[in-house]
């Protein structure tokens, strides 16, 4: 385990030593997300049958992402609910409908970002990914990230924030601030189910998404309009 690479920082800050990474040998080729991937397509063709974890035997539907992976913005969240794992799509539950209304507040649509989970499976009940799942999905995220090459990252709650960033820092500690992952900047503000849960978390995330529209004045995003879904 190297700790200067973000990927083993991550899975260490779960307190975890080792995983098992798709690709690794022994492994079936659609579990596969190691280096030779360079599409977003070919990705999930070879994680779609991805059965790393325990997670794979409860779901429906892979939710591998979706959007403009050419616009510069990634969103990423916890993972798949209900609605999710039947549709194999991110975020169109009620805390997606909420989360299309605080993209449209800048000026921003699903056809302007890419969305995407830090785990691919819906946990059961919607708990909490365990530390060997987000570490089992990790990998492949950071695939994602890297044939995408956002400008910024925007962390959705404090699951998608650890695993980015290598924290069990609360998301009151690390809002307003830019951070780092793979070399790319990232922004973290509530998932839009804790706004569900408490209204009053509204505010804070209008503060952020504003912070994010100055960011994007500055880098020119998003940029091209390409849709992956």
């Not at 925007?154 to 009151?172: Q, Y």
């Amino acid at each position: 385990m190297n700790p200067s690479d973000p990927f083993w920082r991550s899975v260490a800050s779960f307190g975890l030593t080792e995983v098992a990474l798709p690709g690794d040998p022994g492994d079936e080729p659609s579990g596969s997300a190691r280096a030779g991937v360079s599409s977003l397509e070919a990705l999930r063709d070879q994680t779609d049958g991805c059965t790393r974890c325990r997670l794979a035997g409860g779901r429906k539907r892979l939710v591998f992402g979706e959007g403009n992976p050419d616009s510069g913005i990634l969103f990423v969240g916890e993972g798949p609910g209900a609605t999710e794992d039947e549709t194999g799509l991110p975020f169109v539950g009620r805390a997606g409908e909420l989360l299309n209304r605080i993209l449209a507040s800048v000026s921003l649509d699903r056809n302007s970002v890419f969305i995407a989970n830090v785990v691919k499976c819906r946990p059961p009940g919607n708990r909490t990914p365990a530390p060997d799942e987000v570490g089992a999905c990790l990998e492949i995220l950071m695939k994602q990230v890297e044939i995408i090459r956002p400008e910024i990252i925007v962390a959705l709650g404090a699951s998608a924030a650890g695993a980015l960033l290598g924290t069990r820092r609360g998301i009151g500690a690390l809002r307003g601030s830019i951070h780092r992952f793979m070399g790319i900047d990232v922004m973290v503000t509530y998932h839009p189910a804790a706004l569900l849960r408490s209204p009053a978390l509204k505010r804070p995330v209008w503060e952020d998404m504003k912070k994010l529209q100055i960011i994007m004045g500055e880098k020119g995003l998003p940029r091209s309009a390409s849709v992956v879904g």
